[in-house]
């Protein structure tokens, strides 16, 4: 990845991560807490693809896994995103942009519904067991409800800096000074061209005029 997607990801991954422990979880909503990492890794797999979505997944669920009050072993949480961000790249449009807000609401919920599966179906071959014990239906349908009403005021935002981020300055300042070279030289050009075609027709005329005048003075005599 390069350095200016790294740094965005970083910021924006550890801001979410603080947002997520320090007041999401405070609020003691029923069922499952809304992940705002989740979709900080979903609006960034959605622009960078499925390896720089891998990359952030893996590095997103690693500072989560390692964040108070985590209690659970530390890459189980790295696994899911990891997987979830390779997944979710896959389906990045060509143009970073998706065609419709329903499609980025199933995209939504897919993710919330199949990494409380996974992170479940991990947690299972561990050996933790709480999933069953607070509900797993339950857990399922509060995360995709939490995550679905979260997801406008977060995905849209993260893809708009993740394409920000992408977007050279200098290669633009550089392609638009390109242009506005040649289009100097082509107005150079032109005007040469039509300098020249302007003096030759008045050349033309002139010889013509007194070609003219030459033939009514021998008429004349």
Known sequence: MRLNRILLSTTLVIVALVLQVSVLARLQLPGAVPDLVLLTVLG??????????ALVGF?????????PPADHAAGRYALVLC????LVGLVKPDNGR????????AVVAAAAIGTTLLYAGVGA???DTAARHVGLPGLVFTAALYDLLLAPFVVPGIMALARRADNDPLDEANSAK?????????????GLRIGRQRGGRMRTVRARTARAGRIKGVKRL
């Open 59 to 67: 590095g997103a669920g690693l500072l989560s896994d390692l964040a």
């Open 125 to 127: 071959l561990v050996g």
């Open 178 to 190: 390109a242009a506005d070279v040649s289009s100097g030289w082509l107005a150079s050009g032109t």
């Open 83 to 86: 997987v979830v961000g390779y």
């Open 98 to 105: 998706l065609k419709s807000a329903t499609a980025s609401l």
């Open 44 to 53: 960034l797999a959605l622009v960078y693809g499925h390896v720089g979505g």
